[in-house]
């Protein structure tokens, strides 16, 4: 997720140009790049797939974005805005110290699967 400035993403072949808050969620397993020639900040998340496979329904999930999906303007508001407020809660819970953080970012980045 850009925050300031434009990032591209190459995935299945297929480019997509984001946008500051675009979202691009691409599934375990699917060879993509990522770049941009502008200075910027973003967000990249990255979960080990194999806490993923354990989860009861998890393919069904990940099928329905594979090999990536968009969350932008064009997404209902209340979602977008939910996504990206995961994110910022995800991104703060990774630079702090506090006890069982990994477990509180696995969880957010759960809820962010469930929308």
């Known amino acids: 997720m850009p925050i300031s400035s434009t ?5 299945a072949n297929v480019k ?11 599934c375990p397993g699917i060879v993509h790049s990522m770049g941009t020639e ?3 900040e973003r967000i ?3 979960i080990e797939p194999s806490k993923l ?3 009861k329904g998890i393919d069904y999930i990940l099928t329905e974005y594979s090999p990536a999906i968009i969350v932008n303007k064009d997404t209902p508001d209340e979602i977008h805005k939910r ?4 994110l910022l ?9 506090e006890p069982y953080s990994d477990i509180s970012i ?3 980045f759960l809820e962010l699967l469930v929308l």
């Open 7 to 11: 990032y591209e993403v190459m995935c």
């Open 16 to 26: 997509f140009k984001l946008e500051p808050y675009d979202v691009c969620m691409i």
């Open 38 to 40: 502008n200075e910027g």
């Open 44 to 46: 990249i998340f990255q």
């Open 53 to 55: 496979r354990q989860l």
């Open 83 to 86: 996504i990206i407020d995961i």
């Open 89 to 97: 809660d995800i991104k703060s819970e990774y630079f702090s110290s």
């Open 106 to 108: 696995f969880s957010r």
